[in-house]
């Protein structure tokens, strides 16, 4: 049976739907505020539904020819289907349409998952933000990893 995977703009009457997966998958989501500002101007998103459940999304910025992934989400009882693949190859084909020529990307030091995600997408570790994150256990702080990827 086909997938019928299918991507659509992300719009601020998304925010409530997308917020518990948001809440679900960062140890410090975003508010809903916070999430509403990302969305129209200088960013762009998508959400990724099958069969209209809405298994995750993408949060970008654009300025002049570079892009930053903001934020990028599966919903949990999603995970390991390789959605996020689907999802991160969908942001770099937009981010290319938009004239973008350098992506950048944070991930905390720990998710070594998302890390292994963005390396096969061709990403480089670029630097290190020493402390930038909040413990997902609540003392002291993480390490961001600082990612690029060159778009062709």
């Not at 998958?25 to 129209?40: A, D, L, M, R, V």
């Not at 995750?56 to 903001?70: C, H, S």
């Not at 934020?71 to 349409?97: M, R, T, W, Y």
């Amino acid at each position: 049976m086909k997938q019928s995977l299918n991507f659509r703009p992300l719009t601020t009457t998304d925010v409530n739907i997308l917020m518990p997966i948001e809440q679900a998958c960062h140890s410090h989501p975003w508010s809903e505020k916070t999430f509403i500002s990302c969305i129209g101007g200088r960013y762009f998103g998508e959400i990724l539904t099958q069969h209209q459940q809405v298994i995750g999304f993408y949060v970008a910025e654009v300025v002049l020819d570079e892009a930053t992934l903001m934020d990028i989400c599966v919903e949990p009882s999603q995970q390991g289907h390789g959605f996020g693949n689907k999802l991160l190859n969908q942001f770099i084909a937009q981010a290319k349409a938009k004239g973008v020529v350098k992506i950048w990307l944070e991930v905390r030091a720990k998710n070594i998952s998302a890390q292994m995600l963005y390396m096969k997408a061709g990403f480089i570790e670029t630097g290190r933000r020493t402390g930038y994150y909040p413990s997902a256990k609540g003392f002291g702080y993480e390490d961001a990893i600082v990612m690029s990827l060159k778009i062709k």
